[in-house]
């Protein structure tokens, strides 16, 4: 049997602030928060969740305080793609809008997507659009 994606930790040194900057850009919903860890769920989980069996519940975002910067690339990211039918510019443009920032990590030219990074610098990728 394999095990399930649970979460994703994110540190910061303000879990709270870029928690808040998350819930915002993804349109989730805080489900815990404490000094130690704010948790996010996507807006659905709380109702479909528990009427999903165990490995195909979705994963959490886990905002955790630490009290360093980040120092270097990340080793690991979040992609994500808008859908065929929505304006990928102009969803990069909202993310910008909220305190997102460019990034060169070393993509290069012509790549289909955009590399963004959150308020205390951890990329994510924009990817080109798609329908599934």
């Not at 990211?77 to 808008?82: E, G, K, N, S, V």
Request: hydrophobic share 40%.
């Amino acid at each position: 049997m394999a095990v399930r994606w649970y979460s994703t930790v994110i540190e910061a040194r303000d879990h709270r602030a870029l928690a808040r900057w998350w819930a915002e850009a993804l349109g989730w919903q805080t489900a815990f928060d404490t000094d130690e860890e704010v948790v996010l769920w996507p807006p659905w989980a709380q109702e479909l969740g528990p009427k999903l069996p165990f490995h195909q519940v979705p994963p959490g975002l886990v905002f955790v305080p630490v009290g360093h910067d980040k120092q270097t690339k990340n080793r690991i990211h979040l992609d994500f793609a808008p859908h065929v039918d929505d304006d990928r510019d102009a969803e990069i443009e909202r993310l910008l809008a909220l305190g997102a920032t460019r990034t060169d990590v070393g993509q290069g030219d012509g790549v289909t997507w955009d590399v963004l990074a959150d308020p205390e610098g951890n990329e994510f990728c924009v990817l080109s659009s798609r329908d599934v």
